[in-house]
């Protein structure tokens, strides 16, 4: 067959990159079994090779001129030449040195040369410290001297033994590494061997990065060689965008040196690497999570990586769950795993229940947790944003279903006698609820008795399926948000009444008395709204709410509203009545 005389690739990693920076490129080669010869091209699809019988001998090896454009000049200067091989060849195997130029002072003889005494005679001379100070302070001169310096001297320290290696050696590697001042947390250094060979250490840093979930930074820190040669720091299938906290390296021994972008992006072995990485990533977690101490600092600084992987990583959900810890109301003041709630379950309970809130004092006095803490089951109180998208995933833990108590289907009745109190107290106060929902009308989907409070009046619980409080909160939030989601997210809404608290109460007897009664609808539209504020939401009318707090407050002080106000009647809203056995009833209420 034809022999193809395509150079591309014959020359290792992106040789006709000189190209760029050289108008021509020489190459001078000796092999010891043939002549030197010489390839030489100005790139424009022609080449020469030619026997070399005038230029110097090389003995042996290869030898590339690369004349230089005008406008790259640049790449001539030495700390151009040293940051180029720091960068792509630092652990190259073979040593890379460079030609520089020093210096140095030296002393200057012909300043400071004397007529020399030829004289036999002996002499005495008496000694001047002054004249001997001076005799010492010779004059120096610059001059320039040359010499080679290797650039690759750090050895590549993941091809050692791990056990061979101490923690100030990986602290030295992982600060040259990333230019981090502090040490890192902690460090798993491994080698896959098999059907695909690779080594690779990975740093957990002791904080996490301030623009760790930026989108326009590099999507990881971990770079990627081949055989010792430098590819890249920001591929993109690497590692999962999770896990982009962790800096390191990976050297593989199978991919080609001279891939692409493109044809890395689509190339098996990374898919490998990514799934080995993942993996040891889990492991190294598990190692921390042995010393209490560290693993405080790493859920500190990452516990947004781990939710966002629970959320992420089907494969993996379950096993990131063990990392996750949450304050509870058992463990307020140490953060508790879902094993260690697992261990504290009261006998027949089938749930792991929590609360999702803004923030850990609110989540705290929610009033979902009243009948629940009554009758003694532990919550789980999350207030990170991540963990409502995290929730949304994680459906259970070794065996046992999560309950969110802020929606509906929360059933606390333990046994046949509560049950026919609940379905007793829920008839008795059948009108009440359809006074109610025709008051509110279609800003609730239904009213219902609760059984989840015992100290508040009412509560605003979602749909099973729909976005919670706190999640339409956090979706509200979204600077670039798509307004148009909202709509069909947007959960339904159920208020539940508490039949044993006096006001709910004092209201039944009201609408039992008189179904029309105006201060009914007026306190109503009251106890939605602070509903509303204790259940998570936000008000989407706070003028009004505050107008009805203020006439309240009139109420109580028993001051008249003046004729100003009497003219602007709300349609929705009538004035409370104020004479009369209405007035009595209403302070009754209060």
């Known amino acids: 067959g034809v022999e193809d005389i395509s150079m591309i690739g014959q020359f290792g990693v992106g040789f006709y990159s000189a190209y760029l920076v050289a108008d021509k490129v020489t190459v001078v080669t000796k092999s ?11 790139a424009g699809g022609h080449f020469t090779v030619q026997r070399d019988v005038n230029g110097q001998p ?40 460079l030609e520089i130029t020093k210096e140095e002072e030296v002393d200057d003889d012909s300043a400071t040369d004397k007529k020399s005494d030829t004289s036999d005679a002996p002499k005495v001379e008496e000694v001047d410290e002054d004249e001997e100070k001076k005799k010492t302070d010779k004059k120096k001169k610059k001059v320039e001297k040359k010499e080679w310096e290797q650039l690759n001297k750090t050895k590549p320290l993941w091809l050692r033994n791990p056990k061979e290696i101490t923690k100030d050696e990986y602290g030295a590697f992982y600060k040259s590494l990333t230019n981090d001042w502090e040490d890192h947390l902690a460090v798993k250094h491994f080698s896959v061997e098999g059907q695909l060979e690779f080594r690779a250490v990975l740093f957990v840093p002791k904080r996490a990065p301030f623009d760790m979930f930026e989108s326009r930074k590099k999507p990881n820190n971990i770079k990627l060689y081949v055989r010792r040669v430098f590819i890249m720091d920001n591929c993109e299938d690497l590692i999962p965008e999770w896990l982009s906290f962790l800096k390191g390296i990976v050297d593989s021994e199978d991919l080609p040196l001279n891939i692409s972008r493109e044809t890395l992006q689509q190339n098996k072995i990374l898919k490998v690497i990514n799934k080995n990485i993942v993996k040891k990533a889990i492991e190294l977690f598990q190692e921390i999570s042995e010393n209490k101490e560290d693993f405080n600092k790493f859920y500190e600084a990452f516990s947004k990586n781990i939710k966002y992987g629970i959320h992420d990583d089907s494969t993996n959900r379950d096993k990131l769950a063990e990392f996750l810890r949450f304050n509870s109301t058992k463990s307020a003041t140490e953060m508790t795993s879902l094993k260690d709630y697992i261990t504290r379950m009261k006998e027949g309970q089938e749930f792991i229940y929590f609360v999702c809130g803004e923030s850990k004092k609110a989540v705290e006095e929610s009033p979902f947790l009243e009948s629940l803490k009554k009758k003694g089951l532990e919550v789980l109180l999350m207030s990170d944003p991540m963990d409502e998208y995290a929730m949304q995933q994680l459906k259970e833990f070794e065996g046992k279903k999560f309950k969110n108590i802020t929606k509906e289907g929360l059933d606390l009745s333990t ?52 976005w919670t409080a706190n999640m339409e909160r956090i979706m509200k939030a979204q600077a670039l948000r798509n307004s148009g989601m909202g709509s069909y997210m947007t959960s339904k809404k159920t208020l539940e009444i508490n039949p044993t608290h006096p006001i709910v109460t004092e209201l039944r007897k009201k609408v039992e008395k008189d179904k029309s009664d105006k201060t009914v609808k007026d306190l109503v539209w009251l106890l939605y709204e602070t509903a509303l504020l204790t259940s998570g939401f936000n008000l989407d009318e706070p003028n009004t709410f505050a107008s009805r707090i203020h006439r309240m407050i009139k109420l109580g002080l028993a001051i008249d509203e003046t004729e100003t106000e009497a003219d602007k009647p709300e349609d ?15 302070e009754k209420v209060d």
Not at 71 to 93: G, M
């Open 58 to 97: 090389l003995g042996r090896g290869t030898q590339i001129i690369l004349y230089m454009k005008e406008e790259q000049t640049d790449y001539l200067k030495e700390r151009t030449i040293k940051d180029l091989v720091k960068k792509h060849s630092q652990f190259i195997q073979y040593p890379i040195s």
């Open 415 to 466: 046994d046949e006698e509560e049950k026919k109190k609940q379905e007793e107290l829920t008839k008795a106060n059948e009108q009440l609820c359809t006074v109610i929902k025709d008051t509110l009308g279609e800003k609730v989907e239904k009213v219902a008795t609760s059984q989840r409070l015992s100290s508040s009046p009412c509560v605003i619980v979602t749909g099973e399926f729909g």
């Open 32 to 42: 010891n079994d043939d002549e030197q010869y010489i390839w030489e091209s100005e």
């Open 572 to 586: 929705d809203i009538p004035a409370l009545e104020e004479e009369g056995g209405d007035a009595n009833e209403m």
